[in-house]
């Protein structure tokens, strides 16, 4: 981090900024500032379970490359949906069935390559990152047609109210998917660590083979990982859209899933060691953004200091 943060003040320095005021703006806002915290703990709640949707995957040796197009389409179903609930169901209900369509459209939308994967041995690269541009773009399509809402010029699903939205942690404005982001993680790594399935999809992850030998249903597993994996993603989309926006626009993609990949490796697919990391990326979005506009400087920048912070992280600890 270190590392990063003076090639970042060298890079701050040629663009005429003082990068003192930067990192302290990043820090105050995003960390010490009451509702920056707050913020940044918001944040963390999708990227968590993002990240546990990763771990899952990656601890039975598959890729899932494919994780923003997972996202984007929960995201457009319960950006949908949620319009059509409210006023038909009391609110708890509405929640719950909207995290669990997000979670079944995450799922569903990391089986085909699963099937391919586990039937035929195709590269599940390839078919994670075709199945996500097709998600990306279907979700564009979904807004944009199907769940447009004939209210706004911009094209967007309908708004659920805010007081509609996800309830806060008390006393603060956090809402309560971060608790559900947190137990959740917490159950991927006990999962992984200390259960005879996490012990399968280890030994899947490093060697097929052996697993074969070992009487594992090695199709059952990789579906099985795949399909954890999505949800875990797809709930993460619904708990950012009930959490914090109540509406999708068209053309939205955080993109998340780049960075987090890094992040997830650098924990050594700990799902516990990778809390305290997403936290930390979270922090630098929430600070950095404001940062970036105190500086005058335009977003890109933001993504050229959180790759620096990986570089050097990723060669530190490699």
């Not at 773009?137 to 809402?149: E, P, Q, T």
């Not at 982001?181 to 490093?206: C, D, H, N, P």
């Not at 977003?299 to 570089?311: E, I, P, Q």
Request: charged share 10%; net charge neutral; glycine share 12%.
């Amino acid at each position: 981090i270190v590392l990063a943060l003076l090639a970042g003040a060298v890079v701050l320095l040629a663009l005429g900024r003082d990068p003192l005021a930067f990192y302290s703006d990043i820090v105050t806002i995003g960390l010490l500032d009451p509702g920056g915290l707050q913020d940044t703990l918001t944040r963390t709640a999708p990227l968590l379970l993002m990240a546990s949707g990763f771990i899952v995957a990656f601890w039975a040796g598959l890729w899932n490359i494919g994780g923003d197009g997972q996202f984007l389409i929960a995201a457009a179903l319960v950006g949908g949906l949620g319009p059509l609930l409210v006023g038909s169901v009391p609110p708890a209900l509405m929640w719950i069935v909207l995290c669990l369509v997000g979670a079944a459209a995450g799922a569903v939308w990391a089986l085909l390559p699963a099937f391919l994967k586990a039937w035929y041995g195709t590269n599940e690269v390839i078919t994670t990152l075709m199945m996500s541009f097709v998600g990306i773009n279907l979700a564009n399509l979904l807004i944009k047609d199907v769940f447009r809402s004939p209210e706004t010029t911009v094209p967007q699903t309908g708004v659920v109210p805010f007081e509609m939205l996800l309830p806060y942690v008390p006393g603060t404005s956090v809402h309560l998917g971060l608790i559900v982001a947190i137990v959740l993680t917490v159950a991927v790594w006990y999962a992984t660590k200390r259960t005879a399935f996490g012990l399968s999809l280890q030994v899947l992850g490093q060697s097929p083979r052996a697993a074969r030998h070992a009487g594992l249903p090695v199709k059952a597993l990789v579906l099985a990982a795949f399909a954890i994996s999505g949800a875990l993603i797809g709930l993460a989309a619904a708990i950012e859209v009930q959490g914090v926006w109540g509406y999708v626009r068209a053309d939205w993609n955080p993109a998340w899933g780049t960075t987090l990949f890094a992040l997830v490796f650098l924990a050594g697919l700990d799902a516990l060691a990778v809390i305290p990391l997403v936290v930390f990326f979270a922090m630098l979005t929430i600070g950095g953004e404001a940062a970036t506009l105190a500086a005058g400087l335009p977003n890109d920048f933001l993504l050229v200091f959180v790759g620096l912070v990986l570089v050097f992280l990723t060669l530190t600890t490699g």
